[in-house]
């Protein structure tokens, strides 16, 4: 099996929270919190990817602006391995609220603090932002 490449893409509102969904059954780690990510299509750059994220996962409009990090992430014991690139956004509009677009992926997004997320382990967290906040436990004072 190839290494799929993976974006993340991370927004934060005025009062410093991210926006993050849990992932549904039937899928790899359902139950897990993760941040809006897909997987990067031929000849599409990661900023791209990130918007499209955004879009079709929360049908928030966002400007991507920073790639900040990676992760090498071996999910459900080898099945499929990703690498993951970890990309700031920016929302265009801050009234825009996020919406929920693909039901059989996701439960809902939510709104939570830096502090909330670091509080959830390994067994709460979808893989790659469990393995970005053990490479990078001051994650929130790198953007």
Avoid at 6 to 13: G, K, T, V, Y
């Amino acid at each position: 099996m190839v290494p799929r490449v993976r974006i993340s893409a991370i927004l934060r509102d005025n009062a410093n929270r991210v926006i993050m969904g849990n992932r549904k059954g039937g899928i790899i780690e359902p139950g897990k919190w993760q941040f809006p990510n897909t997987y990067l299509l031929h000849g599409e750059d990661f900023f791209e990817c990130a918007e499209r994220a955004f879009l079709e996962s929360t049908a928030l409009e966002v400007c991507a602006t920073k790639v900040f990090s990676w992760t090498n992430d071996i999910l459900e014991g080898g099945y499929c391995h990703d690498v993951t690139f970890f990309v700031l956004c920016e929302r265009k509009d801050e009234t825009q609220l996020p919406e929920l677009q693909d039901v059989c992926q996701c439960e809902g997004w939510e709104w939570k603090s830096w502090g909330d997320v670091m509080e959830m382990g390994e067994k709460d967290l979808f893989l790659p932002v469990y393995n970005l906040l053990c490479s990078h436990p001051n994650v929130e004072g790198m953007f």
